[in-house]
């Protein structure tokens, strides 16, 4: 099963790509996940990311496009994958769709979590990050994902690890220019999602992102067989 996951920063998207992975046994490709753990281990790619993502750019599609082609062709992706953070603009969508036709891999579903862009940016704000594993959900305003507290600091609900917020979640102007980059229906994300929605072939799952973590995740889970 391959599926595409959209929704802008601060709708849910990772925790309910996270949940659809644990479900169907899928590996779950987060481009800005990728990014991150280069950035981390000072890889090249990381270097070159790093100055971008600090400021709620997006990483060149010349960086971005061959990363995840490639990741896609991994022995691991072999039975079906979840994509989650690519493609975010309209060429990454049709880059995709091409490459994805040219090896005859079929796209099963296209799930977008609708959020209007005042809720998501105060979701945002209360992120917290797992310093061991990016796929740890943690949130200060949402008691499902609060973190715990140990020796008077919060750390990961998960596994206990320290938390930190992520650099790009917690400048205002960034916050924006990635909302800005997610709601443009010209040549940004949502171009991307709609470039999806009108080709035959994929099934498209659109979610309301307000319920809670769980109502969300029922929406999605009654569509996907
Ligand atoms: P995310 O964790 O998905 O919010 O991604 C964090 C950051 O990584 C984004 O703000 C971008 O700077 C970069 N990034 C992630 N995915 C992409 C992509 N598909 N194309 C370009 N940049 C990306």
Not at 27 to 36: D, N
Not at 87 to 109: C, F, H, M, S, W
Not at 124 to 134: A, E, Q, S, Y
Request: proline share 5%.
């Amino acid at each position: 099963m391959n599926i595409l996951i959209f929704g802008p920063n601060g709708s849910g998207k990772g925790t309910q790509g996270a949940i659809i992975k644990e479900k169907f046994n899928l590996p779950h490709i987060e481009s800005g996940a990728i990014f991150r753990k280069n950035i981390g281990e000072g890889t090249e790619l990381g270097k070159k990311a790093k100055e971008y993502i600090d400021r709620g750019d997006l990483v060149p599609d010349d960086i971005t496009i061959p990363m995840i082609l490639n990741r896609l062709k991994e022995d691991d992706c072999k039975n079906g994958w979840i994509l989650d953070g690519f493609p975010r603009n309209k060429v990454q969508a049709e880059t995709l769709a091409k490459a994805l036709k040219d090896e005859g891999i079929n796209l099963d579903y296209v799930i977008e979590i609708v959020l209007p862009r005042d809720v998501a940016k105060l979701r945002i704000t209360g992120r917290r990050l797992c310093v061991n594993d990016p796929n740890h959900p943690n949130h200060i305003a949402f008691d499902a994902i609060k973190p715990v507290e140990k020796d008077g600091k919060l750390v990961c609900r998960v596994c206990g690890g320290d938390l930190k917020t992520r650099a790009d979640d917690q400048d205002d102007a960034a916050i924006d220019k990635r909302h800005d980059i997610y709601y443009d229906d010209k040549t940004g994300t949502m171009a991307a999602v709609n470039y999806f929605k009108q080709l035959d072939g994929p099934k498209v799952i659109s979610v309301d992102g307000r319920p809670s973590i769980k109502e969300v995740t029922e929406a999605i889970m009654k569509e996907l067989k």
